[in-house]
């Protein structure tokens, strides 16, 4: 891994606000000793390039009993007091306390709906099956939650005079148009690589339309990784991708968010579709840190579901992850999670671990067909959510998810950046795959003795 050089003023922390830059700092996952402030150009331990991550001190947040926090949160929800009507920053003390007011770069994302699933938990045995609907946001995706806090950091860098002059991402697809999106609201240049063809129309042109500087490359996502990671060793150009772990800081909230809109109980199950394993590691983190401080006091069991196509961390999973599997990822309709060497793993395998979690994985065709019978269920799944409620399915099967337990499905995107999914679905399109629920709409001539006719030989066959 290249490891931008340990400059000394990366191991001072220069404060904003001198106590809270001090109880908030960028450490080593692997226990190098050290503390970074968050609003230094770093991204990998400067001794042994690990990744690093944000550590709040616990005492300080102590100072408030878990009720209070309880009651602190509940009491910002859907307020239009700059910035807590943020479901980010809405958590703020928990998530960047040293950030100005007017730093924060935040389109009001997060708090997304979780409904529950009646008809398509009954269908699958498991009627208290919830979706938490993260892709009902600013760009349609998760990586929102993210991308205020990178963004945030960014800004507040640069007003204490930072060298960073732009911002950078390679992506398969939602990362660019979140960052393009946050960068352009903040009025700082962003850098956007993409693997060319592999990405949605809807996902390119967000990027496009936000008047980023969006360079399509000749590679996959592994390929545009490297290259951002050279690109970025000029510290004028900063990292925005998830090994930067102040975007896991944002995404931490969905699962205090899950929990807070449950009345802060704990769901059984929480499966994720993953592919960098940011989002699960950032999952993970939001409940440990509920434990510590006492609002909980269990963890849900975490489901990390994956592309069989893209599988890496599935396979590192069924060694018992006694080493790291890279692969090359082979195509998916499942894009977004078109990864073979994924950044988070370490985190991610120790948020499998302590929650007593599982990896599993689902075929192209398993993908289609839950996202199919879902979205008969009135949903309108994105692929990614495909894969998940196709492992929903498998460990319903395997008797791991019983009757009654709360499974909680993170849907990570909108479908609507993914409508070239449904089209190729619906008319029967898609290579390898049979369109069991293909309803293809019916050419029909203006004239009401046909319509009529139809409509009563459409209905006999539902019957
Ligand atoms: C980024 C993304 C994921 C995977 O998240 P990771 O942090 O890379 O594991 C899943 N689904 C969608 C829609 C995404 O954009
Ligand atoms: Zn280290």
């Known amino acids: 891994m290249a490891n931008p050089e340990p400059t000394m003023t990366s191991l001072v922390v220069e404060p904003k606000s001198e106590t809270q830059a001090q109880t908030t700092y960028f450490r080593c996952i692997s226990g190098c000793p050290g503390k970074h402030s968050i609003y230094d150009v770093i991204y990998t331990c400067p001794i042994c390039g690990s990744l690093l991550e944000v550590h709040h001190e616990r005492e300080p947040l102590q100072d408030k009993t878990a009720e209070q926090w309880k009651q602190l949160f509940d009491s910002r929800v859907g307020t239009t007091a700059w910035p ?45 099956l919830w979706i938490k609907l993260c892709g009902n946001s600013h760009t349609g995706s998760f990586k929102d939650l993210g991308m205020t806090v990178l963004v945030s950091v960014v800004k507040q860098m640069m007003a204490q005079g930072s060298p960073v002059k732009a911002v950078a991402c390679a992506s398969t697809g939602d990362t660019s148009a979140a960052l393009a999106a946050y960068a352009a609201y903040a009025g700082i240049p962003a850098i956007i690589f993409l693997p060319a063809g592999k990405v949605s129309t809807a996902q390119l042109i967000q990027p496009v339309a936000n008047g980023a500087l969006v360079l ?23 990292l925005a991708n998830s090994m930067n772990s102040l975007r896991i800081e944002g995404q931490k909230t969905v699962g205090i968010e899950i929990v807070r809109q449950f009345n802060w109980q704990v769901p059984d199950w929480i499966i994720i579709p993953v592919g960098n394993l940011g989002n699960i590691s950032a999952l993970y983190k939001g409940f440990k840190l509920m434990m510590d401080l006492g609002l909980i006091s269990k963890m849900p069991r975490l489901v990390a579901a994956q592309a069989a196509q893209a599988n890496p961390f599935y396979e590192a ?51 289609a067909a839950a996202a199919a019978e879902a979205d008969l269920t009135g949903m309108f799944t994105c692929p990614h959510t495909g894969v998940a409620l196709a492992v929903l399915k498998k460990l319903v099967a395997r008797g791991l998810i019983q009757k009654s337990d709360r499974t909680v499905v993170i849907s990570t995107a909108h479908g609507l950046k993914f409508t070239d999914f449904k089209v190729r679905y619906h008319d029967s ?35």
């Open 216 to 238: 399509a490359l000749d590679t996959d996502f592994d390929g545009c990784m490297k290259i951002v990671k050279e690109v970025t060793q000029d510290n004028s150009i900063y």
């Open 429 to 463: 399109n898609l290579a390898g795959i049979s369109s069991k629920h293909a309803n293809p709409a019916i050419q029909l001539p203006a004239d009401v003795g046909a319509v009529k006719a139809e409509i009563e030989k459409q209905l006999a066959g539902k019957q």
């Open 317 to 367: 999973f069924k060694n018992n992850f006694k080493e790291k599997v890279s692969i090359t990822a082979q195509d998916t309709l499942a894009s977004a999670i078109r990864i073979g060497d994924p950044v988070s793993y370490a985190k991610a395998t120790k948020a499998i671990a302590e929650s007593d979690g599982i990896v599993e994985q689902a075929t192209e065709a398993e993908l």
């Open 84 to 128: 807590y009507g943020s479901g980010v920053w809405s958590l703020r003390e928990w998530v960047i306390p040293s950030l100005a007011d007017e730093n924060v770069v935040s389109m009001c994302e997060g708090n997304t709906n979780l409904f529950w699933a009646e008809r398509l938990g009954k269908q699958l045995g498991v009627p208290d």
